[in-house]
C-alpha cells in the first residue's frame, strides 16, 4: 500500500467512516453443487459508502494503467491512500477482463476502507469457488498448480502439518481461493482442522 507523505487527516477521516459502515447487503448469489455464495455487487456498494464517504471528507478513484488496478482513497486536505491489484490480461476477450476488472474493483475498494461486502472466503473456511483459477496469469496458475501437488505429495506422506506449512506460504487472497479448488475434500477438511486448532492455540 502506498501513500501520501502525511496520514493524519486521512487516518482519522477512515476511523470516522469505519464508525459506521455496517456489511452491505448481499443480493447476488453464485451457486454450483457444491456451494453457495452471496456478494453484494459493486453498484450497491458504491451506492451505500459514497454519502458515507462524502461526510467524513472523502473519495476514492479507481483505475487502469500498465496491468495494475489502482484505486485511490482520497481525503480533502489531499492526502490519500492506495493499492494496487494485479491484472492479467490473458483473457479470451473483453467481456472476460471487463469482469476481472469489476471482481477486483469490488474487493480492492472493500479492503481499503474495511467494509464487508460477501460471505468469507477465506480459505481454509471456504468452499472452492468455481473459476478462480481462471482468474489468475498463466504463470500464477503454474505456480499454484505445483504448491497444490506439494501439498498432496505431503499429505499423501502422512505430513499433514507440512501441508498445512506449504499452504499458509500463500497469502494473496485470489490464490488461495485458485489453491483451495485444487485441493481434495480430505486435504480441505485437514487443512481447516489444523487453522482451527491453530487459532484456538493462539487463544489459550
Avoid at 140 to 156: L, M
Wanted: aromatic share 8%; charged share 25%.
Amino acid at each position: 500500500m502506498k501513500t501520501s507523505e502525511q496520514t493524519s487527516e486521512i487516518t482519522a477521516a477512515l476511523i470516522d467512516l469505519q464508525g459506521k459502515l455496517k456489511p452491505v447487503q448481499r443480493t447476488k448469489v453464485v451457486k454450483s453443487k457444491s456451494f453457495e455464495f452471496r456478494y453484494a455487487p459493486l453498484d450497491a456498494i458504491t451506492e451505500y459508502i459514497t454519502p458515507l464517504m462524502q461526510a467524513c471528507g472523502l473519495a476514492f478513484l479507481q483505475a487502469v494503467d500498465n496491468g495494475a488496478l489502482t484505486t485511490r482513497i482520497v481525503h480533502k486536505s489531499g492526502q490519500w491512500i492506495e493499492s494496487e491489484t494485479f491484472l492479467n490480461r490473458e483473457h479470451a476477450n473483453m467481456q472476460g477482463f471487463g469482469g476481472e476488472i469489476t471482481y477486483k474493483r469490488r474487493y480492492a475498494l472493500c479492503s481499503l476502507i474495511g467494509i464487508v461486502s460477501d460471505d468469507d472466503v477465506d480459505a481454509p473456511r471456504h468452499s472452492p469457488v468455481q473459476g478462480s483459477m481462471e482468474m489468475l496469469s498463466p504463470r500464477r496458475q503454474s505456480i499454484i498448480t505445483d504448491v497444490a501437488e506439494i501439498i498432496k505429495d505431503k499429505f499423501n506422506d502422512g505430513n499433514e502439518y507440512g501441508a498445512y506449512e506449504e499452504y499458509v506460504q500463500i497469502s494473496d487472497q485470489d490464490e488461495r481461493v485458485a489453491l483451495w479448488s485444487l485441493l481434495p475434500s480430505k486435504v480441505r477438511t485437514c487443512l481447516t482442522n489444523l487453522n482451527k486448532a491453530e487459532r484456538e492455540g493462539a487463544k489459550s
